[in-house]
């Protein structure tokens, strides 16, 4: 079995990510392929956040929570409206992806996949923190992409 990965084709892991999936410009997601599932998942789960957020923030910073995605989706295609997973709430408010927007330096962000044993029964409200809670005991694989993007 190969190892879970995630990968864009919009920037490599550690690089920069293209201004335009910033929150002030089209706030899209980067397109994203995923890889070496696990056979025995029943479905994946997504957390983008900004762990750099808590000096200026407060706290990580959620960019978008998602989850119940099919577990034989390869690619996340960039403006992905989900219609086959659950989207939750971002720290903007909001369901769905909200890009970066560092408000003082230039920031790491972090796009975290997990392939899980089960589908997850969750509100629609439902944050990162709570998604992690309900993923806890259930995740069979994880990786994790990171890209920065400045200020």
């Known amino acids: 079995m190969s190892e879970l990965t995630l990968t864009s084709t919009a920037f490599d892991d550690g690089e ?71 989207e939750g709430a971002n720290d903007y408010g909001s369901p769905g992806y909200g890009g970066p927007n560092p408000p003082d330096r230039e920031h790491t962000y972090e796009f975290t996949l997990y392939a899980l044993e089960t589908t ?4 629609a409200e439902t944050d990162a923190d709570a998604l992690r809670s309900a993923i806890e005991g259930h995740v069979l694989a994880e990786t994790q992409l990171t890209g920065t993007y400045p200020a």
């Open 16 to 86: 920069r990510i293209p201004d335009r999936y910033g929150y002030t410009e089209t706030n899209v997601n980067p397109p994203l392929e995923v890889d070496g599932v696990p056979d025995e998942a029943e479905s994946l789960a997504l957390i983008v956040d900004d762990p750099d957020a808590v000096d200026p923030a407060g706290k990580v910073w959620d960019h978008w929570v998602v989850w119940n995605i099919p577990p034989d989706r390869q690619t996340i295609p960039e403006n992905w409206h989900p219609d086959d997973a659950d």
């Open 120 to 123: 997850l029964d969750l509100e």
